[in-house]
């Protein structure tokens, strides 16, 4: 069954240092998105992308955060200068949609970010 | 904000069906009702969605009352796997969580 798979699982960095998630979504989905949880807290839309360029950002996703589908398979999170309230855990979803309103969102496993 | 209500928690025995009840009053026409769930610190997974009509699947069914205000999941054999919080989302574009029910299957 295809999946939607994120690298690294597991990453530890000090404050104000840049990160990058990778994410690879399901081959013929056409809609990504990233969330994000902090430890004991509710998943928190950050950004959905579609055809190329970011179709709608929450308050969360300020300047310090961008997006790219650098290669046609590849969807990365960048944080450009971590800080402590950025460690949580960030999923990266799929959707093949055509439309808006349809179609199941995939999860991968997430990437657990550690600032330190 | 997410324009759902649920139980904050609730229990069900292994082997009896589990109901969650959902709220979404404002629910506008073309918005579908979706269900996910989170097992533990996974990443969130799909249940099951429907319009208007009721919906089953090999995971669950899904009724939707005909005015379409409300919801209910049917899990309908709970094992303890199905420990998990369960979100009920009504959706245009993107998901939006909100805290869901935290259903604890008792053995």
């Known amino acids: 069954e295809p999946e939607v798979t994120q690298t690294p699982s597991h990453q530890v960095t000090q404050m104000g240092q840049e990160v990058i998630l990778r994410c690879v979504p399901i081959?013929?989905?056409?809609?990504f998105y990233w969330y994000r949880q902090i430890l004991g807290q509710k998943v928190e839309f950050l950004v959905s992308?579609?055809?190329?360029?970011?179709?709608?950002k929450s308050e969360i996703f300020d300047d310090q955060f961008s997006v790219e589908r650098p290669d046609g398979s590849n969807f990365t999170l960048k944080i450009r200068s971590t800080k402590l309230e950025d460690s949580a855990m960030y999923f990266c979803?799929?959707?093949?949609?055509?439309?808006?309103?349809?179609?199941?969102?995939?999860f991968g496993e997430g990437s657990r970010l550690t600032v330190l | 904000d997410a324009k759902t209500t649920q139980p904050p928690s609730m229990d069900c025995a292994e082997g009896r069906a589990a109901n969650l009840p959902c709220n979404h009053s404002t629910i506008s026409g073309n918005e579908y009702v979706y269900w996910y769930r989170q097992i533990h610190s996974q990443g969130p997974q799909y249940i099951i969605h429907g319009l208007k009509n009721n919906e089953t699947n090999e995971m669950a069914s899904l009724i939707i009352t005909e005015d379409r205000k409300s919801s209910t999941l049917i899990l309908p054999h709970a094992t303890l796997r199905d420990t998990a919080v369960y979100y009920c989302?009504?959706?245009?574009?993107?998901?939006?969580f909100g805290k869901g029910t935290r259903l604890h299957i008792l053995p």
């Open positions: 992308f579609y055809n190329n360029e970011i179709s709608e």
């Open positions: 979803a799929s959707r093949v949609g055509t439309t808006t309103n349809t179609g199941e969102l995939f």
């Open positions: 081959s013929n989905h056409l809609y």
């Open positions: 989302i009504v959706r245009d574009d993107k998901i939006i």
